[in-house]
């Protein structure tokens, strides 16, 4: 028997990055959350400790703050290019990166040119695969919480000894939705499609009337692939926030879809890819 | 020697009642946390385990959600009277009642009629203390996260032998504000008053030149008492969220208050009090 | 109406020190998360921004690093009187300090030398408030989970209108501890006192057949003050971390006492306070 | 364009268990987190929202609860087994399941029959997938945090124009390792197993002289295949958890490698797979 060096990579996590531009009085303010990871061939770093091919996380940090002043830092993923496509094209022993990227976003209080209060707790993220000439951008959010107080059903499901649940035809439906989406080529307007992302799945979820969770994701990533053409993927993970009507019957009262009680364990949690048939092949875009 | 029984209370903590309004298709939504503890003579609990004068915190829970149901649930400071009086007046063993209360704000998705997204992380609160006939009512707010990107100095502090820090004209200052207020009377819009003090703290933390975190919680606590009549005391507190101006000089770069790190740990604290001159004694608002 | 400054402080909260005692191959490692808060004479940077009187919070954390090498650290009671009493006679502004230390707990691994691993998610507290002279010590413990699988009953409770709770003889008992105990003198071995009322804290909650969490809480602080002179009072905090025995009677099984479901939210929360009936008077221990 | 519905999944997410043996007056005690998910033909749930196909998440958290009773719990991978091949065999519309587990270690107090203290933080995992007639498992444990003093370099690394990091022979190496392995056959003591990898994993930390985190990383998982022969693959993650020596000279003290800022953000990431030359092939284990 031998023991074989499977696949490896290393890097500086959550470098939590701030970019003030102030070439005017109106500042603008990019916060990001960036982390790197290599790939390439590190084994004498494993088997004997030997770091002459090992391009240290202090560096790759370094690397995140000096391309912040000397490039800017525009949309995430165009940042993550940058990064990614360095760090493969200026060390020989690196032939892959993943920069993973994290944006906390930011709006003006009552205009001011200076003065900024934190959008809520959802994310914008992008991952950017690089390998060789070849580069792969993944871009999403993360924490959209969604509720819908009426228009939503669970009825029909399948029946086995073990199941108590009664069929509804109108509940509460709550999620926090993660989602990502991969891209067919690179020449993108990364905010634009965000922001018509973001809608199309806000928008999605208000309309359509629901007789499961998988269906509604569904739904929220065929809009999405459908008026979208730059995007090759989906992917949707919802956990199911169980909103249960409490049975107020023993204090003498009706509960006629009012009085919920918002379960924090277990929850469903339902996943969902969707793809155009013609999408190009992922590669290690998802990896 | 003996032992004293001191001060006790017990309760439901983080009781999640989501309220739906929807007496016509167009539903309100009310997200609250609710905990309750009951003060009284619950000696004999503790010392002998009679339970005979406990009220079960599982009762507690049902009261919540059956008041939910038969009064509605308007204002968070409002339903915590009711609760709070609940007790108080309803349990001979009960001499006291505390219900704290955290509210998750939600928006329409484009103004749909049932279908809304949670807003932020940012939570109103409220903190309602009832003692026999007199009750005493704290609001406030926490996790307002907010940013100056300039603006701001720290310069001309004292200068021990630990001293190493230099001084700044210039600096991002950062904090996730918790600010609670106390009223000197019950006769309150508490919706308008939340607002306004969210406002009032906003834009004076958005308008004020900050000599220090202090001088600014300062400005933004004066700015609520003279505003706001019905407001008799205010606190803050605010972590420094420091973020450090990386050093790019090694890598031949000028780092003209562009690019910085935000740090979590350690972080400054400030904590501050302010009061009208004439404000009612606080009695057990606080404790 | 005027506006009046009330309580302030100020301080840097987390400084996370690891300090190594290495002056033999046998090393010893203490691992703290300081907080420190000065009390004083600040008015001048609250109103007009003046840092005169202001010791950054900058120089707090240097202190806390610097005399982590030329004191060394020992219990954490005593490296924050220390600072508490450096800060309070170092600087003629500050009146108080207030330092309060979380000490993380690490096993050698095989009695090795020099690696060790973290021993659990439990915490030693210690609070140490100094002003003038006079100095107060609060120790304590957070997060000690515990459970018995049966000796719990809650039965012969007060009903009301809105109690469904049945009577049980036979629960599930489980909470996560907080305790702080505060002493009447500061001629302490601190060590062998956090040993011995956290070996008091279990065993009595182990030997205790309960009939209330109020009532095991009660046995845990006598237990305490019985047996520890130097401890003036005790203060718990117990969450009742509710254990649902499991309904299976769909399932044609029944479940005498062996399938819980572990529930988060809502919990019970009881607190009490026991004390000698001679305690001095606890001054600003607790605020 | 059409559009493709690529891998999905669904199931109850975070069943907290506790299954308590009570056969005899000394319980025993297991503690679970278990989370089910199915995979096979749920198209139409998706597409037109008919649940014919789909078993109720509640109904696969009743299985757990029930199974619990009926069964027995024993060591996480066997009851993950139990579940998966039920919903496998038991339900047309499935063809896959993946249980995940997470295990809360519990200790007597005192060697008391039914009263117990949580061990730590650190969690035994276990992840099941079925499919059809085959079965993988892949145990673990994470936040198992661990800590050398002394006895860790990282010097001869690849420098470039952003490196500024200095070479070091004596460094503080700290790390919360996130440890799977794969089997290469069921028929294992899976008990007898995790207790030795464990051992196996902390030995191998504390006796390696560390080079680089990547190669303790693979010494540890080394010692796991070599002396492990029904481990087939180990998968080790672990983040490099920075301790930086505190400069002390502005106040005239040397630091010999005693006084350490335990930092949080960012942090190296270093992630590291081993195998055996002739490993089976994986399947879907890690998917």
Known sequence: MGIVLGPTQYGKAECRLVRIVRDTPRHEIRDLNVSTALRGDFAAAHISGDQSRVLPTDTQKNTVYAFAESHGVGEPE?????????????????DGARITLEDYAWDRIDDHDHSFVRRGQELRTAVVTV?????????????????KSTGSEFAGFLVDEYTTLPETHDRVLATALTVQ????????????TYDAVRRLLLGTFADTHS???????????????????????????APNRHHFAVDLTPFGLDNPG??????????????????????????PAWL
């Open 131 to 147: 390998t060789g000439a070849d580069a792969w951008v993944v871009s999403g959010l993360t924490d959209l919480i969604v509720l």
């Open 211 to 237: 007789l499961a969770l998988q269906q509604t994701l569904y739904a929220m990533g065929s809009a999405v692939l459908l008026m979208r053409p730059e995007v090759a993927e989906i992917r949707l993970v």
């Open 78 to 94: 165009a940042f993550g290019l940058l990064l990614g496509r360095h760090f493969v094209a200026g060390t020989e022993s690196v």
């Open 258 to 283: 009012e009085v919920f009680h918002a379960a924090d364990r277990p929850y469903g949690l339902i996943e969902a890819t969707l793809l155009r048939d013609d999408a190009p092949d992922p590669g």
């Open 181 to 192: 989406w991969r891209y067919g080529h690179l020449d993108v307007d990364w905010a634009a």
